[in-house]
Each structure stands twice: as C-alpha cells, then as structure tokens.
C-alpha cells in the first residue's frame, strides 16, 4: 500500500516534499562500484523511480521512518495516516478522465526534460 502511494506521489509530481527534484534539498555524491551503481540503476528501473537517486533517497527515507519509530509497515500507524488523510479535506474522484488529464499534464511539463 505504502509503495502504491509513493508511485502516486510520484506520478502526481515529481516535486513532493521530500523528492531528490524538490529544490530545497542539496547533492550528495556516493562512489559505488560498477556492480553497485548497476544493481541500483536497474532496482530504480524495476521499482517505478524516475532514476537511481529517487530510489537512494527512498531507502534512507525508509531507513529514517525505521530509526525514528515511525514504521509505515505497521498496520496500526498505516491506519492512523490513511484517516488522517481521509479527514484532511474533500477527496476527488479519479475517473479516468481524470488520469488522462493528469497524464496529459506531465507529459507537457516534462517534455523534453529528460533529455536536460
């Protein structure tokens, strides 16, 4: 469940607070072996990122969930966020009109981007 909404997230905006393309946040460089840098390019590819830092920054996101005790693989604390965001405000229904006009949103922002 967690996973479906992070690609969510990640389909709705690739600016979500806490994405590696959020402008607030800085480079880090990490030297990996080929074998290394290989294995997290193709983990990235197969998860659905949209490139091997989203998927870096999403494991020691996960890593800082763990640490801090804020553990979304707890049915109990996944629960009290789904209400939570339940009771944040009007939902709207995704018809399929809806994804296509969100797909035709991003498409148009990020034309040509992955080429930059």
């Known amino acids: 469940m967690v996973r479906l909404f992070t690609r969510i997230a990640r389909i709705l905006g690739a600016r979500y607070p ?3 393309a959020d402008e607030r946040f800085t480079r880090i460089e990490v ?4 074998d290394l840098r290989a294995f ?10 949209a490139s091997a830092a ?17 553990d ?9 966020l789904l209400l939570e965001g339940l009771d944040s405000g ?3 229904e995704a018809t399929p ?15 040509g981007k992955a080429a930059e």
């Open 72 to 80: 979304l693989e707890d049915p109990e604390v996944l629960e009290r």
């Open 31 to 34: 030297p990996l072996p080929e």
């Open 54 to 70: 989203e998927y870096v920054a999403e494991l020691v996101r996960r890593d800082q969930v763990q640490v801090e005790g804020y």
């Open 18 to 20: 806490g994405s590696v």
């Open 40 to 49: 997290v390019e193709a983990r990235a590819a197969d998860e659905g990122f």
């Open 90 to 92: 009007p939902g709207i």
């Open 97 to 111: 009109e809806y994804w296509e006009k969100m797909r035709r949103e991003l498409i148009e922002k990020y034309r």
